[in-house]
Each structure stands twice: as structure tokens, then as C-alpha cells.
């Protein structure tokens, strides 16, 4: 997919005004309210345009156009998501050109045998490859193998016959899971969300790292959103963790988009973990995507005030 720019931010700061909202429970429940409110709102809209568009036919002037009209400037999802992400090249090489953008600094890819001489003559930096030293509280230690992931554990992509999986990820508790499926079907209520089919399957599984989700209810309930698709390296499991937008509100968003300006303006105004650790602004619309993390909601939850 070319791309007309990319951007790579560090974290420095947790929360912020995004974070006051979604961190906790009452800012999930304030916001689902927004949203409901919204849909009310669009609700009477959608009563109200056939009868503005009746009057103006029987008074001999052009249809004003009901709810159902396109306005301008307007983008319709496409039937079909674009293709799942694959990883590009192959084996070693693929794995840590990957590594490089999507996991976070100072992960750790513990190998055996084989895999891990390769992982060394390929280049990969003494730190990346672990050893038996201890790590963080916070260290993220990711498995490599030409195996499946192990039991309990989740994989993060794979590599032509190689696997990246984490052996302990996070398990989202049952108030974690609510807020995913609260915001989610809030969302697909709003008239002024527009998803295609596969995207929308995802949002209703609620299959979407909550940094992610926060960030896409608010766009919703501020404005409307266009989701294409939520594109997903090969082979990986776990919540996705990005996305492709093609609209905000009834403006298109990509490359010589005249709103593309405004979302990035506001994207690089959030605060960690809500803030896009890349956005890509491509011919099909604007790539938002979130580094790897292994339990996504209690980041979010840390954030809240």
C-alpha cells in the first residue's frame, strides 16, 4: 500500500483529556450517552427528511434529498475490506524489519537452537535477542520458534514458517470486556458511522485493542467516521490494532484530502496510551496503528484519573 507519509511518535505521558474520559467507568457510560444522544438526534433527522423532500417536489423545486441521499463530498465504505496485511519478504529478515515498527522499545525475542543463531546472524541487536537475564516488571518477552505458539500463549504474527507469539498475554476481565462491547455497539448505532461488512463483524466482536476502540468512539461521537477495514498482520490473534479510516464526518480523509490535515492535527494532539504510535496517510485513506501490547485494556485502565 504506498503511503504519502509516516510518522513514528515516542510516549511520554499517560492520560490526558482522552484518558479523562475512557479511563474509567463513568467516562464509558458518559460517552455511550453521547452517543446514544447522537443517534437520537440523527433519529429525528431521518423522520423529518422524507417530508422536507415531499415539500419541496410538491412545490415544484428540486428534492432536498431524505436520509438515505449522499451529501457532498461524502465516501461510501467499499463492499469488501482491503486484503489482510502479510508480511513482507521472508523468514528472519521479515521478523525484525516487522519487530522494528510494531513492538514496543525494549521487547524481547527469546529464541532456541537454530532460530536464535539466525535471529543473530540476520543482524538482530544483542539487546532484541533475550538471554536469561531477568527483565522489568514491564519487559515484554516475545517467543520465537518454527512451531504454534505454546499453550495459554497468543501469536503476534508469523514468518514463512516461523511464529511470534506471546507466551502470557493479558487476559481482559469481564468489566474490560463490557466497556469493549458498550463502545462498540454504541458505535454501529450511530447513523454517522459507516463500516463495510468485514469491518463492521469486527467492531461487533468487539475484537479491538482498546486504545484503538477509545480513540475511534470519540472520533465517532465528535463527528461521524468512515472505517474501511482494521488490517491485520498474517496469521496474528488478539485484539486489532489497526485501522484503515476513509471518512471523518462527511469528509474523505487520505493522500490530497482536504480533512486529512485536520485528523492528523487532532491525532498528534492525544496523549499515551491513546496516541497512534503510527499514522500513515494513504491513497485509500488514513492507517492508524498501535504498537503490540500485551494487555492493551489495563493500559487504558492505568490511564484513568
Known amino acids: 500500500m504506498p503511503t504519502r507519509s509516516a510518522r513514528h511518535r515516542p510516549r511520554h505521558r499517560a492520560g490526558g483529556p482522552l484518558g479523562a474520559t475512557l479511563g474509567s467507568r463513568r467516562g464509558q457510560l458518559l460517552l455511550v450517552a453521547a452517543l446514544v444522544a447522537v443517534l437520537a438526534a440523527a433519529a429525528v433527522a431521518l423522520v423529518a427528511g422524507p417530508e422536507q423532500g415531499d415539500r419541496s417536489s410538491a412545490q415544484g423545486g428540486p428534492p432536498t434529498g431524505g436520509a438515505g441521499t449522499p451529501t457532498a463530498g461524502t465516501t461510501t465504505a467499499p463492499d469488501s475490506a482491503p486484503a489482510t496485511n502479510t508480511v513482507p519478504g521472508t523468514g528472519i529478515t521479515s521478523l525484525l524489519d516487522w519487530a522494528d515498527g510494531e513492538l514496543p522499545p525494549g521487547t524481547q525475542l527469546r529464541a532456541e537452537g537454530d532460530v536464535r543463531d539466525d535471529l543473530l546472524a540476520a543482524g538482530a541487536p544483542d539487546d532484541l535477542v533475550a538471554t536469561d537475564r531477568p527483565t522489568g516488571p514491564d519487559g515484554l518477552v516475545l517467543t520465537v520458534s518454527d512451531g504454534s505458539a505454546g499453550p495459554g500463549g497468543r501469536v503476534v504474527a508469523r514468518f514463512d514458517g516461523l511464529v511470534l507469539s506471546d507466551p502470557s498475554p493479558g487476559t481482559p476481565t469481564v468489566e474490560h470486556l463490557e466497556r469493549r462491547r458498550a463502545l462498540a455497539e454504541a458505535m454501529l448505532a450511530n447513523p454517522t458511522m459507516r463500516a463495510p461488512e468485514q469491518a463492521a463483524a469486527v467492531l461487533r466482536s468487539a475484537d479491538v485493542d482498546m486504545r484503538l476502540l477509545s480513540l475511534l468512539a470519540v472520533l465517532t461521537a465528535r463527528e461521524g467516521l468512515g472505517v474501511a477495514a482494521f488490517p491485520r498482520a498474517a496469521g496474528a490473534e488478539g485484539p486489532a490494532r489497526t485501522v484503515l479510516l476513509d471518512a471523518v464526518g462527511s469528509a474523505p480523509v487520505g493522500a490530497g484530502e482536504a480533512a ?46
Open 260 to 305: 486529512t490535515a485536520e485528523l492528523r492535527t487532532w491525532l498528534e494532539a492525544q496523549l499515551p496510551p491513546f496516541a497512534p504510535d503510527r499514522v500513515e496517510v494513504t491513497e485509500e485513506g488514513v492507517l492508524l496503528s498501535y504498537r503490540y501490547a500485551s494487555d492493551p485494556d489495563a493500559l487504558v485502565a492505568e490511564a484513568a484519573p
